[in-house]
T-cell receptor, first 112, second 115 residues
Framework: SQQGEEDPQALSIQEGENATMNCSYKTSINNLQWYRQNSGRGLVHLILIRSNEREKHSGRLRVTLDTSKKSSSLLITASRAADTASYFCATGSGGGADGLTFGKGTHLIIQP | GAVVSQHPSRVICKSGTSVKIECRSLDFQATTMFWYRQFPKQSLMLMATSNEGSKATYEQGVEKDKFLINHASLTLSTLTVTSAHPEDSSFYIC???????????FGPGTRLTVT
């Protein structure tokens, strides 16, 4: 299994602050994706970054990928209470037809 | 965007019984569907990959005779948990991949509780 590690496992910040979560993985990847999961709910796809990309933005989200270090980071700027959720990175070795390997996740709490 | 549904969203069953969970791609044809399991406060773990019309491929440690997967059409895959035990209680999430899209689309999940 190439299950990745996320750190921190839990993060609590004040509303308006930025939140940074990191993910490391073990083997070569084709792409890396970040998902959000609200408690007891399904997954919401946030962003996909391909192995030949180094940085990607989507709204308040910024994702970086360093394949030499086998790591990625997710930055959420100007956090809101609604951002409270668990965030997972997931890696795929091929295209979308391959199963994903999920990291352990970071539980983010935004204090109002 | 692509929509994937799961039914039921929650199910409670007694130990020893079987329960079937459906995963449907509503607006696209899914050549491949995946089943994941998530225990409380843990991450998702891939259980199996199923391609339409062929046998599912199970991940190491997942009993194929206990978790029966059928992918009989391009829009439907089913997971049947046979002879359920309390330790099978978990959140089961499916995802679907179709050639029209680059990524997998996830269903909303099914919460299984075995009493």
């Amino acid at each position: 299994s190439q299950q990745g590690e996320e750190d921190p496992q839990a993060l609590s910040i004040q509303e308006g602050e930025n939140a940074t979560m990191n993910c490391s993985y073990k083997t070569s990847i084709n792409n890396l994706q970040w998902y959000r999961q609200n408690s007891g709910r399904g997954l919401v796809h946030l962003i996909l970054i391909r192995s030949n990309e180094r940085e990607k933005h989507s709204g308040r989200l910024r994702v970086t990928l360093d394949t030499s270090k086998k790591s990625s980071s997710l930055l959420i700027t100007a956090s809101r209470a609604a951002d409270t959720a668990s965030y997972f990175c997931a890696t795929g070795s091929g295209g979308g037809a391959d199963g994903l390997t999920f990291g352990k996740g970071t539980h983010l709490i935004i204090q109002p | 965007g692509a929509v994937v549904s799961q039914h039921p969203s929650r199910v409670i069953c007694k130990s020893g019984t079987s329960v079937k969970i459906e995963c449907r791609s509503l607006d696209f044809q899914a050549t491949t569907m995946f089943w994941y399991r998530q225990f409380p406060k843990q991450s998702l773990m891939l259980m199996a990959t199923s391609n339409e019309g062929s046998k599912a491929t199970y991940e190491q440690g997942v009993e194929k005779d206990k978790f029966l997967i059928n992918h009989a059409s391009l829009t439907l895959s089913t997971l049947t948990v046979t002879s359920a035990h309390p330790e099978d209680s978990s959140f089961y999430i499916c995802s679907a991949f179709g050639t029209a899209y680059y990524e997998q689309y996830f269903g909303p999940g099914t919460r299984l509780t075995v009493t």
